[in-house]
Structure formats: structure tokens, C-alpha cells
């Protein structure tokens, strides 16, 4: 590995209670124990403070309550904190919300992203001096790519083609951190990375869906025939993997995260549902029955898949879940944590926030 080109030393994470972000904050908080590390999040249905209970009362961490459009509260909390690291992930996510309210996405990927630039730019152009170590990381997904036939991979030589109102979303708000690294020199690190699983994701999308439909013996609907495909990666890869280009990764780059996971949603399930059987003490491949065959997804996309050669090759990122062993623990932490899921399911972790958090 080649030698560090920044320290991260005061940093903004934003959208730290969500899911990606918080296994961020399990990862870094702990790593970096000398620096000030400031997590914003509005606290959407999404983001959720039980997440970061392990390190809630860390030295090092604090949690802000609030929405990146909030010029005035960024202001403040740059001037207050003297960032010289954002990692950025806050971001409505979900491709199936996305189609029933677009303008939400416009608004916290697009304009939220836009909002945090200005204000990071602000600062960063008023202490470049001293600011030659700053980096702004922006967490966004393949999706902006669109949608791949049966063969072929993503990679940074890929045209944006965004089909959906969240890829569209995620697509502009890219735009935004590359014009802003174009005009003003702002430096800046795109990461662009494939299907997350892993502890704490939120039951909406399918890897957890199905686990806390199989645990309940509902239906799990796939959309279609279950053909389409996912190229599926541990979170905790990919959160090493931003650590790394934190660190390592050069200014104006983009890196592709991924790791090979490609998988039909249909196989995926299968293999995942047998799994859960087995943990479960069930007869294997008995939970098969539940997988229920629904109307698609309007304007679905078939097939993403991720070329991280250049992550691999430049930054020395190695991933180390395989999908099969990744799954199992994955599955192992949710059995593990009844509590959690139990929260989530009947909302009263949105009560145990309230408790939890003051503004500013
Ligand atoms: P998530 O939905 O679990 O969490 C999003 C977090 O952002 C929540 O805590 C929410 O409260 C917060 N948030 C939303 N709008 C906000 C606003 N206006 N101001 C402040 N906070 C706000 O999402 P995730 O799955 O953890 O994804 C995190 C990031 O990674 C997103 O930018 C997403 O586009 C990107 N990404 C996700 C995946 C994936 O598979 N989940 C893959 C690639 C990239
Ligand atoms: P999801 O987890 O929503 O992630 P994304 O849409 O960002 O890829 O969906 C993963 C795949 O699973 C995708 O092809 C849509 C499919 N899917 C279902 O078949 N049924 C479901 O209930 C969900 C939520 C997703």
C-alpha cells in the first residue's frame, strides 16, 4: 500500500444513522481515536440511533440531529468543528420509495448534496492554505449507471444512464461534487458502490425483508420472476473500502466498490433461505415455499454488476466476506439481535430516538 495521503483528524459523517453509515461509525470511531468525529442525520425512518448504541458515549463521537439542507446548521457546525474530512452518505435510498416520491429524493440527494458542497467549499476555499489535506467523500451507488445486459461490468470508464427516480437523484448529486471539484477545486473522492448487506439495513430492502419474512412465515414477494441481478457486497467491505480511499484514494478519482457477488435475487434467496433454515433448526429449503412471484418493479433494472480493479490495483482493497459466509453472519446477527428487529418492526425505536437526541 502506498504511503497515507490524508489523516482524517476532524470529521462530518452525515447520514450516520443509517445503515451504511453506521457500520462506518462502528469501523472509524474506534480507528481514529484522536479525531473529532460529528455524525448529522435528520433522523428520517431510516436512521435510527439504536444503531450506534456501542458507541454513543465515545470520547471521540458526537451525534447532531439535523437535515444537510440546513445551510445555517452546517455553517455552524463546520465553524464550530473546523472539518478537514466529510464523508457523505445521507441520502434517501430506496429505489421502491423513490418511485412513489420522487421529490423527496430531489431533495435530500440533490439538493441536500448541492447544499453541503457550497458550505464545504465556503470553508475549504477560506482556509485553503491550510486545508490542502481536506477531502469530501461522496458515498453513491451503480445504479447511476443503469442497467447492464447479461454480460459486460460497470466500470469509471461507464456513462451515467440513471432509470430511476433514486438513481436519477444519485446521478445529479454526483455531478454536483464533480462540477464542484471542476470549478472550484474542491477536493473531492467519488465512490461508486454495488448492493450492501449486512447487520442493521433496514427491512425494506430484500436481503433483510426476507429474513424477517421467513422468521414470521409470510410471503417473501419477488418482483417478476426473480431473474434479475444484484452484484452483492458485505457492508463492512465497503466500509473499509471509504476508509481506504479516504486515506489513500487521489483527489478527483473515482473508484467502483464491489466484489463479485453477482447472484440472480431468485438464487440469492434460495441460498439465504437455507441458510436461515439451517440456523433455525428448520427441514433445509423449507422456507423456499414462502418465495411468492409479485408484479415487477416499474422500469426495473436487470443486471448491475461492478469492475473494482482499480480500487483493488491502486488502493490495495481486498474484500473478505464471500457471499455464502457473509449471509451467514448476516443471518446470525439479525437471530442474534431480537431486540433490534423487534424495535424496528413495531417502530419503537423512533421513541427511543425522541429520548435520545438534542438539536445543534
Ligand atoms: P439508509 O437509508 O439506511 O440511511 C440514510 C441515512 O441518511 C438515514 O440515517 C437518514 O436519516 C439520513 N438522511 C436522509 N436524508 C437526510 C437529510 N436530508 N439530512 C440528514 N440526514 C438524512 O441508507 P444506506 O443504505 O445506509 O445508504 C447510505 C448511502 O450509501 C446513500 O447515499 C446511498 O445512496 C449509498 N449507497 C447505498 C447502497 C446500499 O446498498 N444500501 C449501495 C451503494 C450506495
Ligand atoms: P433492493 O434491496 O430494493 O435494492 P436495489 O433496488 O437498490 O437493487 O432490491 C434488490 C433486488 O431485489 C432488486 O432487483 C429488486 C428486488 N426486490 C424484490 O424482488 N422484492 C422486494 O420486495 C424488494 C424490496 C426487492
Redesign the pocket.
Known amino acids: 500500500m502506498s504511503t497515507i495521503l490524508h489523516q482524517p483528524l476532524r470529521i462530518l459523517v452525515?447520514?450516520?444513522?443509517?445503515?451504511?453509515?453506521?457500520n462506518f461509525l462502528h469501523q472509524i470511531v474506534p480507528k481514529f481515536p484522536d479525531a473529532v468525529i460529528v455524525n448529522?442525520?435528520?433522523?428520517?425512518?431510516?436512521?435510527?440511533l439504536q444503531n450506534l448504541h456501542a458507541i454513543e458515549n465515545a470520547r471521540n463521537y458526537r451525534f447532531v440531529h439535523?437535515?444537510?439542507?440546513d445551510l445555517a446548521l452546517v455553517q455552524k457546525l463546520f465553524t464550530e468543528h473546523q472539518f478537514t474530512t466529510v464523508v457523505?452518505?445521507?441520502?434517501?435510498?430506496?429505489v421502491d420509495r423513490s418511485i412513489h416520491s420522487p421529490i423527496d429524493f430531489v431533495?435530500?440527494?440533490v439538493v441536500?448534496t448541492a447544499s453541503l458542497l457550497q458550505v464545504a467549499k465556503d470553508f475549504w476555499m477560506r482556509f485553503s492554505s491550510d486545508m490542502q489535506k481536506f477531502r469530501f467523500l461522496h458515498?453513491?451507488?451503480?445504479?447511476v449507471f443503469g442497467a447492464l445486459g447479461s454480460s459486460g461490468t460497470f466500470s469509471t470508464e461507464t456513462p451515467y444512464a440513471p432509470r430511476s427516480p433514486?438513481a436519477a437523484s444519485?446521478a445529479g448529486a454526483d455531478h454536483f461534487v464533480r462540477a464542484y471539484a471542476e470549478t472550484y477545486g474542491l477536493p473531492v473522492v467519488v465512490?461508486?458502490?454495488?448492493?450492501?448487506?449486512g447487520p442493521y439495513?433496514?427491512p425494506e430492502?430484500l436481503i433483510p425483508l426476507a429474513i424477517v419474512r421467513a422468521l414470521s412465515r409470510d410471503p417473501i414477494p419477488v418482483y417478476s420472476k426473480g431473474e434479475n441481478v444484484r452484484d452483492w457486497?458485505h457492508?463492512r467491505d465497503?466500509c473499509e473500502a471509504l476508509t481506504c480511499m479516504l486515506q489513500y484514494g487521489l483527489t478527483g478519482e473515482t473508484y467502483l466498490v464491489g466484489s463479485a457477488g453477482e447472484c440472480s435475487n431468485l438464487e440469492l434467496l434460495r441460498v439465504l433461505l437455507t441458510i436461515l433454515d439451517e440456523e433455525l433448526g428448520r427441514p433445509s429449503g423449507s422456507s423456499w415455499e414462502l418465495i411468492t412471484f409479485v408484479k415487477d418493479r416499474p422500469g426495473h433494472d436487470f443486471r448491475y454488476a461492478i469492475d473494482a480493479s482499480k480500487l483493488i490495483t491502486e488502493l490495495g482493497w481486498t474484500p473478505s466476506h464471500t457471499l455464502e459466509e457473509g449471509l451467514r453472519t448476516t443471518v446470525r446477527w439479525y437471530l442474534s439481535n431480537p431486540s433490534w428487529l423487534q424495535a424496528v418492526m413495531d417502530e419503537s425505536y423512533r421513541t427511543y430516538m425522541k429520548s435520545q437526541y438534542s438539536t445543534g
Open positions: 452525515t447520514g450516520g444513522a443509517g445503515f451504511i453509515g453506521a448529522l442525520d435528520k433522523l428520517t425512518y431510516a436512521g435510527n439535523g437535515d444537510i439542507c457523505h452518505f445521507a441520502a434517501e435510498s430506496h431533495r435530500s440527494n441536500g458515498v453513491s451507488t451503480d445504479e433514486y444519485k465512490s461508486n458502490c454495488s448492493n450492501n448487506y439495513q433496514f430492502k457486497l457492508v465497503h
